[in-house]
């Protein structure tokens, strides 16, 4: 068995080896280290299915009162290691753009760092998904906003680029000073920073209320700038518009979903709190229709994907007002499929004609797999059914229902009809529009195969979902009959 914490640190390894072979291999093609780097990820991949028990987080001292194990942490971990390895490969085809436009005179500079800032990132988000405090929260969250603010910014030739990075340092800087002061007025009305022990502090009925919902409003203006909820999601569009598109798939899939598990831990003491859900479906309300309004005029498809990246926030916001955890977890998961495919498409179109919705004209012709890739993606991300992305916002609207959230339900069928429009414009392009060149695109057999992968599990997904809604059950299971025995 191995120990849950071993993880982080073979990552952690994993990329310092591959900045040591950067620095002192100079003569090899640097496009094998990212090739390393998604046989080590998938070794610790393999590796998270033989952890060991982590301790009981409600007795926890020491370590592991920052630190859990638990069904949710373990899932995500899986979960942010496989989309590291999807967008290795994206990195992988990027290859040319990075060599074209990081300003150096060598053909393999900097390639290796390209490749090892995400694993670092990787590392992050692990510790995220596992942090149950506050202290280590903020760590672990700027370990993977460092690690962002080099990628969105690196290819540094490209004036978009050097925007994006202006734009994505100084909002993520803002983000992190609200996240400081609200953790100290917590800690200041608490003396705690363990989310726990906070739980059980906000229970104490001579708690200072009005102090302790001013650091809880602090804290989610912070996290709404990380999962890019309304209003705090200014960046969003002209980051992901100007960053490298393997850097954007990253963040808008990895970064979202820790941003997300952050949330609903620290939601669980701060509910207690007066108004506090009425907050959280007014936030949910404004994502889900500014992100798909915004989305309806879209003519670049980076910028297309960046608002429904926001409206999807929406829908996610929706599940986390009932805590509904299941059905963000389900929706989470079809989302990173839905969006990894959309880019893994966009980075190979992309480098043949350009990143407008026009550029895909005529796509079913010149490379039939690719379009039939993008096809799958888009009516997911629309959510027809027997696509992962229809069981997704079924589950969500059911939660609603269940909680009698009306208003949300209403909101969310509105706008997903708002949805159907704008990425059905994609797929009329590629289906019904002549195409401006004849030449066929070529894909790399690691592409097609992760594409392949990527349709396969959204349609089994939209099919049939319970593998998702069983693995926290099943983990679950496995863990309390553990401390059972071990008893």
């Not at 002192?24 to 080590?40: E, M, T």
């Not at 610790?44 to 370590?63: C, D, K, Q, R, W």
């Not at 202006?166 to 003396?191: D, M, P, Q, R, S």
Request: hydrophobic content about 55%.
């Amino acid at each position: 068995m191995i120990a849950p914490p071993s993880l982080e640190i073979a990552v952690l390894v994993l990329g310092m080896v591959i900045l040591m072979f950067e620095a002192f291999a100079g003569n090899i093609d640097k496009r094998s280290l990212g090739l390393g780097g998604i046989v080590g990820l998938a070794i610790v991949f393999i590796g998270s299915f033989m952890l060991a028990p982590s301790a009981n987080a409600e007795h926890a001292t020491g370590f592991w009162s920052f630190y859990t194990a638990d069904p949710l942490s373990i899932f995500f971990k899986r979960f942010v290691l496989l989309t590291t390895i999807v967008v290795m490969i994206m990195m992988i085809d990027y290859a040319p753009v990075v060599r074209n436009s990081v300003g150096t005179t060598t053909t393999q500079s900097a390639l290796g760092e390209f490749f090892a800032l995400p694993i670092f990132t990787c590392a992050g988000l692990m510790y995220i998904v596992s942090a149950i405090d506050f202290v280590m929260i903020f760590v672990s969250i700027e370990l993977v906003t460092i690690s962002f603010y080099v990628l969105v910014s690196f290819t540094r030739k490209n004036p978009a680029t050097l925007e994006a990075g202006v734009k994505y340092l100084i909002l993520g800087a803002v983000a992190t000073a609200f996240l400081v002061y609200g953790i100290a007025w917590i800690f200041g009305v608490t003396g705690e920073t363990n989310l726990q022990r906070i739980s059980a502090a906000f229970a104490n009925p001579g708690i200072e209320r009005p102090a302790a919902l001013f650091g809880a409003l602090l804290i989610l203006v912070s996290l709404g700038f990380k999962i890019a909820a309304v209003p705090f999601q200014i960046w969003v569009p002209d980051v992901y518009q100007g960053a490298p598109t393997p850097v954007t798939a990253y963040l808008s899939v990895g970064s979202k979903a820790a941003g997300f598990v952050v949330l609903l831990r620290v939601l669980r003491p701060f509910m207690m709190l007066p108004k506090m859900e009425r907050l959280i479906v007014l936030i949910a309300l404004l994502t889900v229709v500014y992100g798909n309004l915004a989305a309806l005029p879209q003519s670049n498809l980076k910028r297309l994907l960046a608002y429904s990246s926001i409206a999807h926030a929406g829908y996610l916001l929706i599940g986390v007002a009932c805590l509904a955890g299941p059905a963000v977890t389900f929706y989470l998961v079809a989302y990173l499929l839905m969006t990894l495919l959309s880019f893994a498409v966009l980075i190979v179109v992309a480098q043949q004609t350009g990143e407008q919705i026009s550029d895909f004209d005529g796509l079913a012709k010149r490379s039939p797999f690719l379009a039939f890739a993008m096809l799958i993606a888009m009516v997911s991300l629309a959510g027809l059914p027997f696509t992962a992305g229809f069981f997704g916002k079924f589950f969500i609207f059911a939660a609603a229902i269940e909680h009698h959230q009306t208003a949300l339900v209403v909101a969310g069928v509105i706008t997903v009809a708002c949805g159907f429009y704008y990425y059905l414009k994609v797929i009329r392009a590629m289906y019904w529009q002549p195409a401006a060149k004849t030449d066929t695109i070529p894909v790399s057999s690691l592409s097609r195969l992760a594409m392949t992968g990527l349709i396969v599990a959204i349609i089994w997904l939209g099919i049939y979902p319970q593998p998702i809604l069983n693995a926290l059950k099943t983990q679950r299971e496995r863990v309390t009959a553990t401390s059972i025995t071990s008893r």
